[in-house]
Structure formats: C-alpha cells, structure tokens
C-alpha cells in the first residue's frame, strides 16, 4: 500500500519505491542507533548519582564500557552503510531511470507536441527539475520519513518510562510540523512563481544567444539586456519572497521546538519539588531532548523542500501522463500512393488552415505544391508524413489511413529534406549516416557525392571525418542544405518530401544538385514544395493553394492555359527575373 502511494505521488517505478521505502526504515534505525549512546550516558549518570540519592557506590567495568561503544558503532556503521545503499545509490539509478522513461515517453509522442511546447520548458524539467527531485529523494524523504519513524519508537518508550515529562518533551513536535504544513499552499504558490521566472529568463537568454548577430547589427543590445535585467530582478525578487515563505514555517516550528525544553524544566520541576520524578529520571528527559529535537529540525527543512518539490513533480507527472501515439506496427501497403480526401485542419481548434483538401500524390510522380506564402503547402506536408493528425477526412497511404498507423513505423517509408536543415555537432560523416544507422563508409560517401557534398568536404581539414559544430555551424546554409539532401538520399525511402530542398542554393549547384533528386525520386512517390517555378517545370501535378483551399491542380501545361493563379505566379516570376536594382 505504501509502495503504491509512492508511485501515485512521487511517479516513482514500483523498484524505486521499495527501494524508497527500505531507505525509509534504515534511516529509522540509523537515527535509533545514534540514540544508543545515550542509554551509555544513562548508565554512568546513574552510576554517578546513585550514591547522592542515597543508594550505594558502583564500581564501572571500563571493559564493559568499551565493549558497549564498540558493539554501538558497530550497529551505528552496519545501519549507516544499508541506508547510505537505499537512499543514495538506488535513488541515483532511480533519477537515471525517471529520465530514461521521460525522454521515451516524448519519443513517442506526436511530433505536433513539439511544436505546441516550449522545448526549453522540457529540457529543464529533464535536467533540472530531475536533478532536484533526486536530491529529494535522497535526502529529504528518507530523512524525513525515517526521522517521524524513530521518533514514533523512542516516543512510546518515554511514554513508557514517564509519560507525563513525554507529553510535555514532546507535544511540540506535531504543532512545528503543523504550522509547517499550513503554509504548504504559500509555498507551493511561491514555487510555481520562480518556476515559471526562470523559465522566462532560460528563454529570454536564449533568444539573446540565438538573436547576437540582429541585435549587434540593429544597435539593440543596450535595450535587450535592459529587458534582461528587469526578468532577472524579477526572479530575484520572486526568489526572496518564496525564501520569506518558507523560512517563516520553518523558523516558527524551530522556535516552538524549544519550548519543549521549558516546558520539562517547568513540569520536571515541579514534579521533583512534590517527589513524583527523580532527578535521574528528570536528567534523562533533558538529555534525550538534546537528540531528539536534532533530527525533528532537520525533519522541518526536509518538509519544507518536499512542498517546494510539489511543482517539480507536477511537471515530470504531466509529461509521463501524456497520450502516447500509438498505430499499427504491422500492415501492408498497396503501393506508395498518397492521398488527401476531404481533409479539414486548424491549430489547437482555432480558424481552420486548411479545408477541403483533396488530391492523389501518385506513385512515380512528382505532385509539386505551390502558392502564396502562408498557403497551407508545409502544413500539408506535415499531415503527408503524419506530424500531425486531420481534424476531419482522411490522410491516406497505399490505402492505409495514417492517423491508424504507428508513427515511427511510418516514417520509415519517408525521406523528407526540411527547408530548416538541423545538423548535429558531429563528424559530417555521421550527419549524413543519420539517413541510415547501419550504412557503411562507402554508401556514406556515394550518397554525398551524388548530393554534390564532395567538393566543399574535400577542403575541410579532416574532410568526412571533421566536426562542423552546432547545427553546422562552420558551414554555409547551401552546404547543410547539401548534407541535408545527402541523407535522404542514402535513406532511399519510397516517399520524397522536398520542402524548398534548394532554397539556399547558387544556380550551378541547383542544377546539379536536381540531377541527384532525379535520382531519389525515380519510381517514388514525391511532394515538392517550392517558390521557384523552374524547380517545378518538369513536375507531373501541380496543386495550388491559397488561402488553406486547392484553387487549382493539373499538369502545368493545364494550368498555364487556365490562366488562373499558378499562371500569375509564373508571369511574376519572370518579371522579377528582369528586375534591376
């Protein structure tokens, strides 16, 4: 049942909560045995006292003494060395695993997800809030809980022994914890608040980063950073607050806790005064709330971090309770024809980008997607390859609805080069293998000579084998555009998406570079988005878009003669051909 509540409310994996709760217990008994030292104190106070109240003189065994701090460290040590086990080590591998899971759960989401998030907002709550939630788990709930546990023990023994000097040692202890808790929604509030601060300014730096060459080039720094300044002021002061509410619980329960020490003066006083207690029995009740009050602080502390960490929980749970996309692993296509069959979209149920959408992308041809910026022509490639799902109709493959099928699976028939190439700080080599995990050097290399990458390699200094930085960024944009190409050749998948391919291409290299397309896309089935009416002029299909609708599709031929809107597009394009500055 414990086990079971701590998977509910800490998301922990069912090894992770035993290990949690077997932490639990041997921080109880670890601080238990740390208490054993007293019962020592204990027996040469009364061996001290003794002959002052009268009783007779004791000879101490110094042997027996020894023996007695021996055998006690030796249980201090064996209990240390099991919870330093359950609490350190098994919550490392426990933090390992919470990422490993996060990180598989956003696999298998739908790409749509990311485009929807801030990626800052995850990043942080894989590194970060992962990070503090495992100094939780290592230090503050087995201390905490294992602190209320052996105080449960040695409280029922000094109830035992006295329960009137326990009542008045240790009422304290459920009002500090009390007015602790209270607070718990300020504190909570005050989280969220620095949460939500840092976030701001995490995305606020990177913009600063990203945007260094505008901001230079625009004399804007001075103004940017002024903003800077004043989302950092404000995490400063969010911080002070959320401090103030915390420290205010904590120091209030630590002043309580030291009225317990009063409150066995002021009773164990009176009691001797009236000869109920001893003073033996008075001096044990002093002594024991020098130990017992130690761990009861740090219990304060560690609750105090735990309603801290609510909010941290909160964000790595939503993740892990994100709706995976899921789909058929096994089927079987009828050939590569893509289809869009009364296909309606919009943005989180917002105005409608694109309606009644209706065309065959054939297998073995190349249907070219064109039209004003703004159109709906990349939204539609993102439906061709499934980043996202139709709002109503049917996205279609070899008669396959995609919205039924398993995402990655999927993707495997796909060989898509973005307008926005992403490169990895890596070797060129390995950029372009990411078209193919298993292909050898040679394949590697072939697929960037027909991609035109051999001659700007050749130059670098360790050619294939050199690193280009993050997101290639020792590398111009044609050149990542060529390595971008040079994947989806090596992929050689049966569906092409080609979304402006060449944008950032000289007219030579285009042209080179569209003899190696020809020869991806040979017996495919191929989608080209693009604004340059020359890369289309040998496509089989046009469709045109405007305004989210198809306003006219055909053969070129057919569309030139219809004099409507693919004609105008052509028409301005020659006329900006001519254009002299």
């Known amino acids: 049942m414990l086990s079971e509540l ?16 077997k932490g639990i217990i041997y921080t109880a008994l670890q601080n238990i045995s740390f208490m054993f030292p007293v019962g020592l104190y204990a027996a040469l106070l009364y061996i001290w006292i003794n002959p002052l109240m009268g009783g007779e003189i004791i000879s101490p065994d110094l042997g027996i003494f020894i023996l007695g701090i021996l055998i006690i460290l030796g249980i201090i040590f064996a209990f240390s060395w099991k919870q330093y086990h359950f609490v350190y080590n098994t919550t490392y591998v426990e933090s390992t695993n919470r990422r490993i899971n996060l990180g598989e759960n956003l696999r298998k989401l739908p790409l749509s997800f990311f485009e929807r998030r801030d990626l800052a907002d995850l990043t942080a709550t894989i590194m970060n809030d992962c990070t503090d939630l495992e100094h939780v788990f290592s230090h503050a709930i087995p201390q905490l809980l294992g602190s209320i546990l052996s105080l449960i023990l040695v409280s029922i023994g000094l109830l035992i022994f006295d329960w009137r000097l326990a009542v008045a040692l240790l009422w304290v202890v459920p009002v500090s914890f009390i007015i602790l808790y209270i607070s718990k929604r300020m504190i909570y509030r005050g989280s969220k608040i620095v949460t939500n601060d840092l976030l701001e300014c995490g995305d606020s730096m990177q913009e600063c980063i990203d945007s260094i060459r505008d901001l230079k080039s625009y004399n804007y720094e001075n103004e940017y950073l002024s903003k800077l300044n004043d989302i950092t002021s404000k995490i400063e002061k969010s911080r002070i607050k959320s401090e103030l509410m915390l420290s205010s619980g904590v120091i209030t329960g630590k002043v309580i806790l030291n009225l317990g020490i009063v409150s066995v003066i002021l009773l164990g006083s009176n009691l001797i005064m009236n000869g109920q207690v001893t003073i033996y029995t008075f001096l044990i009740f002093l002594i024991a709330s020098a130990t017992i009050y130690a761990p009861v602080e740090n219990g304060l502390m560690f609750l105090s971090e735990i309603l801290m960490m609510d909010i941290k929980i909160e964000r790595a749970k939503e993740i892990e309770m994100l709706v995976t996309e899921e789909g058929l692993k096994d089927y079987s296509l009828d050939g590569y024809d893509l289809e869009f069959r009364n296909v309606k979209f919009n943005y989180d149920n917002l105005k409608d980008v694109l309606s009644d959408i209706d065309f065959i992308a054939k297998q073995g041809e190349v249907t070219a997607l064109v039209g004003p910026s703004g159109g709906g022509k990349s939204t539609v490639s993102k439906l061709a390859a499934r980043f996202w799902d139709p709002v109503s109709g049917e996205v279609s493959i070899g008669g396959q609805n995609l919205a039924e099928l398993d995402s990655e699976k999927l993707l495997e028939n796909f060989s898509i080069v973005f307008q926005d190439v992403i490169l990895f700080n890596n070797t060129i080599m390995e950029n372009i293998r990411v078209g193919k995990k298993d292909a050898s050097d040679d394949e590697v290399i072939n697929a960037a000579k027909l991609a035109e990458c051999e001659e700007f390699v050749q130059k670098l200094p360790n050619g294939y084998n050199t690193i280009i930085g993050e997101n290639g960024e020792l590398l111009s944009g044609g050149q990542r555009q060529r390595i971008s190409i040079a994947r989806a050749l090596l992929k050689n998948a049966n569906i092409v998406l080609l979304d402006e391919a060449t944008s950032f291409l000289d007219v030579e290299n285009e042209s080179k570079i569209q003899k190696a397309i020809s020869t991806l896309i040979k017996n495919k089935t191929v989608i080209i988005i ?47 051909g001519k254009w002299e500055i």
């Open 6 to 21: 701590f998977i509910e409310r800490f998301g922990l994996t069912k090894e992770g909560s035993d290990n949690l709760i």
């Open 530 to 576: 693009a604004h340059r009416m020359r890369t289309i002029a040998n496509a089989d299909k046009i469709v045109v878009l405007d305004d989210g609708r198809i306003v006219e599709q055909g053969s070129p031929d057919e569309l030139l003669a219809q004099n409507g809107l693919f004609k105008h597009m052509v028409e301005l394009q020659k006329l900006s």
